[in-house]
Each structure stands twice: as structure tokens, then as C-alpha cells.
């Protein structure tokens, strides 16, 4: 494992991608660490925020936080395997691990400047904050705490797991870089926290937090107080976004057309068909169904694409086919290309896309949200008063 000293720069690639014979022993650090009996990435995932969720939000008490438009890692505090060091390791949606830094970033715990944290696991979203004049800073933001120095806190209330990150990492974190600013230009990246709000201070959120963002951003995330953390999909996060901005992930296959040899052709000895690649290709979208099987991906529509857009796909160089694609619906109900989501394994399943499109059809847009910002707050009010009065 080879170091990676200076700040990121690309969140992309957030160091140096260890091979599966170096992350196995992690893969299983981690497993222990949390319990588990599975390997597979143990992050929460959000379902899609649909118009029965408002009365979820009446009914329980809840944070709202803003979507970053970064990408989703968990950031595992450690020991260095050979060396014995400070490590930091950041682990992505297809559970493999990158080698983040060696020395250039220090992560003091509360008991002394030279101590740092071990077995602590993270989760956040790691972006690229515009600082001005053309400069980026790369910044995890973190929004929960599964680990803390060997100590298993899925169990506890989200409330209690973002105190005990404040007060054990991320205060003394802050006190340290204050004390010594110049060692701040030495760090990979910088640590952040998410701003949590009430779920009714959804105003705020949108007047203040996000028109304030150094960085992009693609919706909001309102999280259960009273849930444990639960790996996958957790019905209790939900994931709002305007009806025009929601994605949904499939793997695609693209199909060239193919052409028989004409005379010229055979004459030059070419006999086969042959695919005419500098043309659109048909493009099929597949869903996931799990597993691991011939039938883990089944059809599920075909996306349209524009001249002009294939010329731009083909201009990266790279290969194309059989990749897991971010996907939006236009005007026209046709499926359009975004991006690329090299990140994950697995388009999304098909149980997720299907919360997506019902999200599309019957969704909650902002005004909605701001109007029922009063009855939430009229719920979470009677909730703590009853409280109150029990406890009285």
C-alpha cells in the first residue's frame, strides 16, 4: 500500500485502491466490528420520499439534512496493517477499500494530541467544497457514526451516535487544526458535519443551508431519531428529491447495428456481419433483481439518446457497454442518460426503482414540504410535552 500525501483531487479517487488479498483482513476487521455475519457493504441506504411519508414525518420525530452531490463513503479509522500507524481508509458502495493518507492527516482522539482513533467506522459523503478564485477543498461530511474506537453503536439512537462523534472526533479534531492552522495545507481532506435539522425546519434548510453550500446539492435526507442503524435499504431515511431531479441506476447494454458484407466487402476478405459502431447503438436498461444469477438483471425499458450525446460518450475514450448508469425521465417520459456510477456493483433493484417511479408519479414537491412544515411541528410539539408530562 503505497502512501498518498497532499490534498485529493478527485473524490472519484479518494486514494489508492487496495487489491482484494490486502482489503480481506479489513473486509473482516470491519465485520467484527459491527457484528455482522455478511461482507458486503454495511452502509444504510434511503428509500425514495413519497406522499405517504409526510405522515411518517408527523408521526415520529425526525432530522432533515441536505443531499450533498458527492459520493457516499465510509471512512474507517484504523491501524495500518504493516507500519502500525495512523490509517484512514475510505470504503465505497462496491466494498472496496482505498488507502486515504499516512501521516498527512491526523485524527486526534479527546485523551492527547498524539493519540489517534482505532476502530472507528464513519458515514459521510465526500465532496468538493468551491473555496474561490478557482481553488477546491476537498471535505467528508459526516452524518453518522457506526463505530467509535472498537465500540459498536448501530444500536443507539442517531441523536447519541452524531454526540459521541462530536465530542470524541470531531471536537478534538477541530481544537487541533485550530491550534496548529499551518498543518491544515498538509491534510488530504478536511473533516466536516453534516448540519442537522428538526424535520419541520425544512425553511430554514432550504433559505439558508443549501443556498449557502460551497458545494452541489440534489435533495434532502430526513433520518428517524429513534432508529438504530440498519445496513441497507432502511425505511426510516428518506431521500426527497423534486420530481424532475429523480434518478434511478440500471446496468445498460448497448446493441450496434449489424451489417451484412456487401460485395466490396467479401472481395477484401470480410465474410461476417459486422456492427457499425460510429453509430447510436439500441440501449437496453436492466434492472437488478439481486443475486448473483443469469436472471439478476432482467429488462426493464430502453433510453433514448441524442446524436450529439453518443459523440460525447464516445469521445471519453473508454469502454461503454455493460456499466451501471445514473438515469433520469424527461418531459416525454423517455429515460435519458446523466452519468456513470462506476461506484456501485449493481444498478438499483428493482423494489428501489419502483419506489422512484412512484416518487416521479405521485411526488412531494417543495412547496408541499414547506406547507407541511407547521404539522410536523404541531406533532413533534404534543410528542414532547406527553414526555414531559410522564416524566413529571
Request: hydrophobic letters at 35%; charged letters at 30%; a negative charge.
Given at each position: 500500500?503505497?502512501?498518498?500525501?497532499?490534498?485529493?483531487?478527485?473524490?472519484?479517487?479518494?486514494?489508492?485502491?487496495?487489491?482484494?488479498?490486502?482489503?480481506?483482513?479489513?473486509?473482516?476487521?470491519?465485520?467484527?466490528?459491527l457484528g455482522r455475519e455478511r461482507w458486503d457493504f454495511p452502509g444504510a441506504q434511503p428509500v425514495s420520499f413519497a406522499r405517504h411519508h409526510l405522515k411518517e414525518l408527523r408521526a415520529k420525530d425526525y432530522y432533515v439534512c441536505e443531499k450533498s452531490d458527492g459520493i457516499r463513503y465510509l471512512l474507517y479509522l484504523t491501524v495500518h496493517p504493516t507500519t502500525g500507524d495512523e490509517a484512514h481508509f475510505m470504503i465505497d458502495r462496491r466494498n472496496d477499500y482505498w488507502y486515504v493518507t499516512s501521516g498527512s492527516t491526523h485524527f486526534p482522539t479527546?485523551?492527547?494530541?498524539?493519540?489517534?482513533?482505532?476502530?472507528?467506522?464513519?458515514?459521510?459523503?465526500?465532496?468538493?467544497?468551491?473555496?474561490?478564485?478557482?481553488?477546491?477543498?476537498?471535505?467528508?461530511?459526516?452524518?453518522?457514526?457506526?463505530?467509535?474506537?472498537?465500540?459498536?453503536?448501530?444500536?443507539?439512537?442517531?441523536?447519541?451516535?452524531?454526540?459521541?462523534?462530536?465530542?470524541?472526533?470531531?471536537?478534538?479534531?477541530?481544537?487541533?487544526?485550530?491550534?496548529?492552522?499551518?498543518?491544515?495545507?498538509?491534510?488530504?481532506?478536511?473533516?466536516?458535519?453534516?448540519?442537522?435539522?428538526?424535520?419541520?425546519?425544512?425553511?430554514?434548510?432550504?433559505?439558508?443551508?443549501?443556498?449557502?453550500?460551497?458545494?452541489?446539492?440534489?435533495?434532502?435526507?430526513?433520518?428517524?431519531?429513534?432508529?438504530?442503524?440498519?445496513?441497507?435499504?432502511?425505511?426510516?431515511?428518506?431521500?426527497?428529491?423534486?420530481?424532475?431531479?429523480?434518478?434511478?441506476?440500471?446496468?445498460?447494454?448497448?446493441?450496434?447495428?449489424?451489417?451484412?458484407?456487401?460485395?466490396?466487402?467479401?472481395?477484401?476478405?470480410?465474410?461476417?456481419?459486422?456492427?457499425?459502431?460510429?453509430?447510436?447503438?439500441?440501449?437496453?436498461?436492466?434492472?437488478?433483481?439481486?443475486?448473483?444469477?443469469?436472471?439478476?438483471?432482467?429488462?426493464?425499458?430502453?433510453?433514448?439518446?441524442?446524436?450529439?450525446?453518443?459523440?460525447?460518450?464516445?469521445?471519453?475514450?473508454?469502454?461503454?457497454?455493460?456499466?451501471?448508469?445514473?438515469?433520469?425521465?424527461?418531459?416525454?417520459?423517455?429515460?435519458?442518460?446523466?452519468?456513470?456510477?462506476?461506484?456501485?456493483?449493481?444498478?438499483?433493484?428493482?423494489?428501489?426503482?419502483?419506489?422512484?417511479?412512484?416518487?416521479?408519479?405521485?411526488?412531494?414537491?417543495?412547496?408541499?414540504?414547506?406547507?407541511?412544515?407547521?404539522?410536523?411541528?404541531?406533532?413533534?410539539?404534543?410528542?414532547?410535552?406527553?414526555?414531559?408530562?410522564?416524566?413529571?
Amino acid at each position: 500500500m503505497a502512501d498518498n500525501m497532499g490534498p485529493l483531487q478527485s473524490i472519484d479517487i479518494p486514494g489508492v485502491k487496495l487489491a482484494d488479498d490486502e482489503a480481506r483482513h479489513l473486509r473482516q476487521e470491519v465485520q467484527r466490528l459491527l457484528g455482522r455475519e455478511r461482507w458486503d457493504f454495511p452502509g444504510a441506504q434511503p428509500v425514495s420520499f413519497a406522499r405517504h411519508h409526510l405522515k411518517e414525518l408527523r408521526a415520529k420525530d425526525y432530522y432533515v439534512c441536505e443531499k450533498s452531490d458527492g459520493i457516499r463513503y465510509l471512512l474507517y479509522l484504523t491501524v495500518h496493517p504493516t507500519t502500525g500507524d495512523e490509517a484512514h481508509f475510505m470504503i465505497d458502495r462496491r466494498n472496496d477499500y482505498w488507502y486515504v493518507t499516512s501521516g498527512s492527516t491526523h485524527f486526534p482522539t479527546a485523551k492527547a494530541e498524539n493519540t489517534f482513533h482505532q476502530g472507528t467506522l464513519l458515514d459521510g459523503e465526500l465532496v468538493m467544497d468551491d473555496i474561490g478564485n478557482g481553488r477546491k477543498e476537498p471535505i467528508y461530511l459526516v452524518f453518522d457514526c457506526l463505530a467509535l474506537d472498537g465500540q459498536n453503536l448501530m444500536s443507539r439512537e442517531l441523536p447519541k451516535r452524531l454526540g459521541y462523534f462530536k465530542e470524541w472526533i470531531y471536537d478534538p479534531y477541530k481544537a487541533l487544526y485550530k491550534k496548529y492552522p499551518e498543518e491544515k495545507q498538509y491534510q488530504s481532506f478536511f473533516l466536516g458535519m453534516k448540519e442537522m435539522q428538526v424535520a419541520y425546519g425544512i425553511e430554514m434548510m432550504f433559505r439558508e443551508v443549501i443556498r449557502n453550500l460551497k458545494h452541489g446539492n440534489d435533495g434532502l435526507i430526513f433520518t428517524c431519531l429513534g432508529s438504530e442503524y440498519k445496513p441497507g435499504t432502511d425505511p426510516h431515511i428518506l431521500k426527497w428529491k423534486a420530481a424532475d431531479e429523480n434518478t434511478v441506476d440500471f446496468r445498460w447494454k448497448l446493441e450496434w447495428p449489424l451489417i451484412q458484407p456487401d460485395e466490396e466487402d467479401v472481395a477484401e476478405g470480410w465474410a461476417e456481419p459486422y456492427k457499425l459502431y460510429h453509430e447510436i447503438p439500441h440501449i437496453e436498461m436492466l434492472a437488478y433483481h439481486g443475486g448473483n444469477g443469469p436472471d439478476s438483471y432482467q429488462h426493464f425499458g430502453e433510453m433514448y439518446m441524442t446524436e450529439e450525446e453518443w459523440e460525447e460518450l464516445k469521445g471519453l475514450d473508454e469502454p461503454l457497454d455493460d456499466r451501471v448508469v445514473e438515469a433520469y425521465m424527461d418531459e416525454q417520459k423517455r429515460w435519458r442518460f446523466y452519468r456513470f456510477r462506476d461506484d456501485k456493483p449493481n444498478g438499483n433493484h428493482i423494489s428501489v426503482i419502483k419506489s422512484v417511479l412512484e416518487s416521479i408519479k405521485d411526488g412531494v414537491t417543495k412547496e408541499e414540504l414547506l406547507a407541511a412544515a407547521k404539522g410536523i411541528r404541531d406533532a413533534w410539539k404534543e410528542r414532547q410535552q406527553a414526555q414531559s408530562q410522564r416524566r413529571g
